[in-house]
Protein backbone atom coordinates (compact mmCIF):
# COMPACT_ATOMS: atom_id res chain seq x y z
CA UNK A 1 0.00 0.00 0.00
CA UNK A 2 1.01 3.68 -1.01
CA UNK A 3 -0.42 6.16 1.25
CA UNK A 4 -1.45 9.59 -0.87
CA UNK A 5 -1.11 12.31 1.01
CA UNK A 6 -1.82 16.16 -0.50
CA UNK A 7 -1.14 19.53 0.83
CA UNK A 8 -2.96 22.98 0.35
CA UNK A 9 -1.42 25.67 0.41
CA UNK A 10 2.70 26.73 0.66
CA UNK A 11 4.65 23.89 2.81
CA UNK A 12 7.84 25.62 4.81
CA UNK A 13 10.65 23.50 3.09
CA UNK A 14 12.66 22.77 6.13
CA UNK A 15 9.20 20.85 8.10
CA UNK A 16 8.78 18.98 4.12
CA UNK A 17 12.41 17.61 4.72
CA UNK A 18 12.11 16.79 8.34
CA UNK A 19 8.61 15.16 7.70
CA UNK A 20 10.09 13.17 4.58
CA UNK A 21 13.25 11.80 6.67
CA UNK A 22 10.98 10.72 9.42
CA UNK A 23 8.54 8.95 7.03
CA UNK A 24 11.39 7.34 5.62
CA UNK A 25 12.66 5.94 8.95
CA UNK A 26 9.58 4.72 10.05
CA UNK A 27 9.36 3.04 6.31
CA UNK A 28 12.50 1.20 7.09
CA UNK A 29 11.26 0.04 10.24
CA UNK A 30 7.97 -1.46 9.13
CA UNK A 31 6.12 0.98 11.15
CA UNK A 32 4.89 2.86 8.47
CA UNK A 33 3.29 2.56 4.46
CA UNK A 34 5.39 3.89 1.60
CA UNK A 35 3.97 7.55 0.82
CA UNK A 36 3.55 9.81 -2.33
CA UNK A 37 2.94 13.90 -1.03
CA UNK A 38 1.97 15.97 -3.15
CA UNK A 39 2.69 19.79 -2.35
CA UNK A 40 3.24 23.12 -3.13
CA UNK A 41 6.43 25.42 -1.89
CA UNK A 42 6.86 29.63 -1.22
CA UNK A 43 9.44 30.44 -4.09
CA UNK A 44 12.91 28.73 -2.69
CA UNK A 45 15.74 27.41 -4.48
CA UNK A 46 17.60 24.06 -3.72
CA UNK A 47 21.02 23.07 -4.08
CA UNK A 48 21.63 19.40 -4.43
CA UNK A 49 24.73 17.38 -4.06
CA UNK A 50 26.07 18.39 -7.49
CA UNK A 51 25.31 21.88 -7.62
CA UNK A 52 27.93 24.73 -8.72
CA UNK A 53 28.42 27.73 -6.65
CA UNK A 54 28.56 29.66 -10.19
CA UNK A 55 25.48 28.29 -11.17
CA UNK A 56 23.33 30.41 -8.12
CA UNK A 57 23.77 33.57 -10.01
CA UNK A 58 21.30 35.37 -7.96
CA UNK A 59 21.51 34.51 -4.44
CA UNK A 60 19.78 37.32 -2.75
CA UNK A 61 16.51 36.73 -4.97
CA UNK A 62 15.12 33.47 -2.64
CA UNK A 63 15.65 31.46 0.22
CA UNK A 64 18.62 28.62 -0.22
CA UNK A 65 18.54 25.80 1.03
CA UNK A 66 21.38 23.04 0.72
CA UNK A 67 20.10 19.65 0.67
CA UNK A 68 21.58 16.02 0.33
CA UNK A 69 19.24 14.69 -3.11
CA UNK A 70 21.20 14.20 -5.86
CA UNK A 71 21.20 17.10 -8.81
CA UNK A 72 22.20 20.24 -8.87
CA UNK A 73 20.35 23.71 -8.27
CA UNK A 74 16.47 23.77 -9.10
CA UNK A 75 13.61 25.99 -7.77
CA UNK A 76 10.20 25.19 -6.38
CA UNK A 77 7.42 27.87 -5.92
CA UNK A 78 3.50 28.22 -6.29
CA UNK A 79 2.20 26.58 -9.41
CA UNK A 80 4.50 23.69 -9.52
CA UNK A 81 3.57 20.43 -8.74
CA UNK A 82 6.16 18.87 -6.19
CA UNK A 83 5.66 14.97 -5.74
CA UNK A 84 7.72 13.63 -2.93
CA UNK A 85 8.12 9.73 -3.12
CA UNK A 86 8.65 7.95 0.16
CA UNK A 87 9.12 4.49 -1.71
CA UNK A 88 11.09 1.23 -0.28
CA UNK A 89 13.84 1.06 -3.77
CA UNK A 90 14.72 -2.50 -2.17
CA UNK A 91 11.44 -3.79 -3.26
CA UNK A 92 11.90 -2.29 -7.04
CA UNK A 93 15.06 -4.01 -7.65
CA UNK A 94 17.75 -2.55 -5.44
CA UNK A 95 18.63 -0.19 -8.67
CA UNK A 96 18.85 3.38 -8.15
CA UNK A 97 19.22 4.27 -11.68
CA UNK A 98 16.25 2.40 -12.84
CA UNK A 99 13.91 3.73 -9.92
CA UNK A 100 14.72 7.66 -11.04
CA UNK A 101 14.02 5.93 -14.45
CA UNK A 102 10.78 4.93 -13.72
CA UNK A 103 10.31 8.57 -12.10
CA UNK A 104 11.06 9.50 -15.31
CA UNK A 105 8.61 7.27 -17.19
CA UNK A 106 5.67 8.47 -14.65
CA UNK A 107 6.08 12.39 -15.81
CA UNK A 108 6.22 11.26 -19.00
CA UNK A 109 3.10 8.85 -18.57
CA UNK A 110 1.66 11.67 -16.66
CA UNK A 111 2.17 14.64 -19.21
CA UNK A 112 0.75 11.79 -22.13
CA UNK A 113 -2.59 12.23 -20.40
CA UNK A 114 -2.37 16.17 -21.61
CA UNK A 115 -1.01 14.94 -24.65
CA UNK A 116 2.25 16.25 -24.27
CA UNK A 117 5.19 14.49 -25.60
CA UNK A 118 7.75 14.32 -22.77
CA UNK A 119 11.21 13.26 -23.26
CA UNK A 120 14.36 11.95 -21.63
CA UNK A 121 17.74 12.96 -22.55
CA UNK A 122 20.95 11.07 -22.40
CA UNK A 123 22.93 12.64 -19.56
CA UNK A 124 20.03 15.33 -18.37
CA UNK A 125 17.95 14.04 -15.66
CA UNK A 126 14.26 15.22 -15.81
CA UNK A 127 11.98 15.52 -18.53
CA UNK A 128 11.76 17.69 -21.85
CA UNK A 129 9.77 19.30 -24.22
CA UNK A 130 10.36 19.81 -28.05
CA UNK A 131 9.59 23.41 -28.97
CA UNK A 132 8.58 23.60 -32.45
CA UNK A 133 7.02 26.93 -31.76
CA UNK A 134 10.42 28.36 -30.95
CA UNK A 135 13.43 29.50 -33.41
CA UNK A 136 16.18 26.61 -34.10
CA UNK A 137 19.11 26.78 -31.55
CA UNK A 138 22.61 27.93 -33.04
CA UNK A 139 23.35 24.06 -34.19
CA UNK A 140 20.38 23.96 -36.06
CA UNK A 141 18.63 21.82 -33.43
CA UNK A 142 15.07 21.78 -32.64
CA UNK A 143 14.81 24.23 -29.18
CA UNK A 144 14.38 22.11 -25.99
CA UNK A 145 12.49 23.60 -22.85
CA UNK A 146 12.81 21.17 -19.22
CA UNK A 147 9.01 20.35 -17.95
CA UNK A 148 10.20 18.50 -14.78
CA UNK A 149 12.90 17.90 -12.35
CA UNK A 150 14.30 14.93 -10.66
CA UNK A 151 16.18 14.89 -7.65
CA UNK A 152 16.16 11.52 -5.11
CA UNK A 153 17.51 10.75 -1.72
CA UNK A 154 17.94 7.07 0.07
CA UNK A 155 18.27 5.94 3.31
CA UNK A 156 18.10 2.29 4.08
CA UNK A 157 16.91 2.00 0.80
CA UNK A 158 14.22 3.97 1.28
CA UNK A 159 13.90 7.14 -1.08
CA UNK A 160 12.61 10.64 -0.23
CA UNK A 161 12.36 13.95 -1.92
CA UNK A 162 11.12 12.84 -5.72
CA UNK A 163 10.19 15.31 -8.43
CA UNK A 164 8.51 18.50 -9.50
CA UNK A 165 6.15 19.06 -12.68
CA UNK A 166 5.98 22.88 -13.70
CA UNK A 167 2.00 23.55 -13.53
CA UNK A 168 1.68 27.22 -13.89
CA UNK A 169 5.11 28.83 -12.08
CA UNK A 170 6.44 32.21 -12.58
CA UNK A 171 9.51 31.33 -14.97
CA UNK A 172 10.87 34.33 -14.79
CA UNK A 173 11.75 33.07 -10.90
CA UNK A 174 13.52 30.11 -12.43
CA UNK A 175 16.45 33.16 -13.26
CA UNK A 176 18.27 33.11 -10.29
CA UNK A 177 19.58 29.73 -11.11
CA UNK A 178 20.88 28.31 -13.81
CA UNK A 179 18.66 25.25 -14.02
CA UNK A 180 20.12 21.62 -12.68
CA UNK A 181 23.45 23.39 -14.90
CA UNK A 182 21.87 23.15 -18.04
CA UNK A 183 22.71 26.53 -19.42
CA UNK A 184 21.66 25.77 -23.32
CA UNK A 185 18.01 25.02 -22.80
CA UNK A 186 14.89 26.84 -21.19
CA UNK A 187 12.16 26.26 -18.74
CA UNK A 188 8.63 25.62 -19.21
CA UNK A 189 5.01 24.18 -17.93
CA UNK A 190 2.00 23.00 -18.86
CA UNK A 191 0.49 26.01 -19.09
CA UNK A 192 2.95 28.06 -20.97
CA UNK A 193 2.56 25.06 -23.49
CA UNK A 194 -0.85 26.76 -23.78
CA UNK A 195 -3.13 24.03 -22.12
CA UNK A 196 -5.42 25.08 -19.92
CA UNK A 197 -4.54 22.61 -16.86
CA UNK A 198 -5.14 22.87 -13.27
CA UNK A 199 -2.95 21.37 -10.17
CA UNK A 200 -5.73 19.12 -9.61
CA UNK A 201 -5.46 18.17 -13.34
CA UNK A 202 -2.44 17.12 -12.54
CA UNK A 203 -3.11 15.42 -9.11
CA UNK A 204 -5.48 13.34 -11.06
CA UNK A 205 -3.15 12.11 -13.73
CA UNK A 206 -0.14 11.07 -11.59
CA UNK A 207 -2.71 8.88 -9.24
CA UNK A 208 -3.92 7.45 -12.51
CA UNK A 209 -0.65 6.43 -14.06
CA UNK A 210 1.82 5.74 -10.97
CA UNK A 211 1.07 2.24 -10.36
CA UNK A 212 2.41 1.21 -14.26
CA UNK A 213 5.25 3.01 -13.81
CA UNK A 214 6.49 2.35 -10.24
CA UNK A 215 6.00 -1.19 -9.31
CA UNK A 216 7.64 -3.20 -7.01
CA UNK A 217 10.09 -5.73 -8.54
CA UNK A 218 11.78 -8.74 -7.41
CA UNK A 219 14.44 -9.16 -9.63
CA UNK A 220 17.53 -7.52 -8.70
CA UNK A 221 21.13 -6.10 -10.90
CA UNK A 222 23.26 -8.67 -12.87
Not at 44 to 56: F, M, N
Not at 108 to 117: E, H, P
Not at 166 to 179: Q, S, T
Not at 207 to 217: L, S, Y
Request: hydrophobic fraction near 40%.
Amino acid sequence: MVEWITTDGLTDYDAAVTFMEDRADAIARGAAEECVWLVEHPPLYTAGTSAKPADLTDPDRFPVHITKRGGQYTYHGPGQRVAYVMLDVGKRGHDVRRFVQDLEHWVIATLDRFNVKGEIREGRVGVWVTRDDKPLTLTGAKAEDKIAAIGIRLRKWISFHGLSINVEPDLDHFGGIVPCGIAEHGVTSLVDLGLPVTMADVDVALRQTFDAAITPRTDTPQ
